[in-house]
């Protein structure tokens, strides 16, 4: 499996596209917010062969563009299930990021995931993990490899928790669960460089309560 990272729109959300090697089959993780990404993926030579769209939240920066790209491939979409009620906000929510109100509008859902389904395309599999605190639904996406997160996690950071359906509480009790996948798993993120979990459980500020708890010697902690 190769997967690639597409920057876009006013957000710089990082979107991705992973292609299996045997049957060239896509998957596209997040939109962005404009049809900048279905014209990037519309536009590459061979034209990806895009089996499913898979989102990790509802937030307008990762799929404020869902029907740009449901139109230029018709791929089947999944969504956290919790993330449902937020696509009926996406005009609104450029507010929430200091950014004019945009006009979005939420594409078809397919499927509502849960906690453990698994999503298999070619001979990929994605297992989908639950990380609420970000906003309700708030998902990640894994297989052997990487793990899509979204905005859980950032190189060095983590996603925001003062907005809208946030809740700090939820947040660190989803990185306590993140942190327990194998450290070797390359992160992913939607803002920001890739990173893996042992870096991050090694140096990150806001993890400092899990290094804690796990007994491992820390550096500066932010104070939750």
Sequence with gaps: MQIQCFTVGMFQVNTY?????E???????????????ALRLSALDPRPNVQAI????????????????QAAFDAPTYLPALEKPFLDTLAQQGSWFGAPEINRFCGRIDHEVQDGDLIRVGNMEFKFLSTPGHSPGQGCYYTDTDILVGDTLFSGSIGRTDLPGSNPGQMKESLRRLLELPGHLRVLSGHGPATTLDQELKTNPFLGFIREEKGISSGFSYPW
């Excluded at 989102?55 to 790209?69: E, P, R």
């Design 17 to 21: 596209l992973a292609q299996d090697s």
């Design 54 to 69: 898979l989102i990790t939240h509802a937030h307008v920066d990762h799929a404020g563009a869902l029907i740009d790209l």
């Design 23 to 37: 049957t060239g089959a896509c998957v596209v993780v997040d939109t962005g917010e404009s049809n900048e990404l």
